[in-house]
């Protein structure tokens, strides 16, 4: 497999978590004062944080051209 390959597989399953994430945040949004949801709220920026650092890290070893 070609690296362009396996990072566009990889940003392609970041993009899919990312997804599942605004999908979390969008169910939470409704009521973020009530203790559930304040803690999926939380789950779900640490995980749109971690899609970050992931994707940030994979940048770094691309070079543009």
Sequence with gaps: ???MDRIEAALR???DRVVAAA???EEASTN???KE???R??????????????M????MRIRPR
């Design 37 to 39: 949801n304040h803690l």
């Design 32 to 34: 973020a004062f009530g």
């Design 56 to 59: 940030q890290n994979m940048l």
């Design 41 to 54: 709220l939380s789950n779900t920026a640490k995980e749109l944080h971690k899609c970050a650092d992931e």
């Design 1 to 3: 497999m070609r690296i």
């Design 13 to 15: 399953a970041i993009k």
């Design 23 to 25: 999908g979390e945040m």
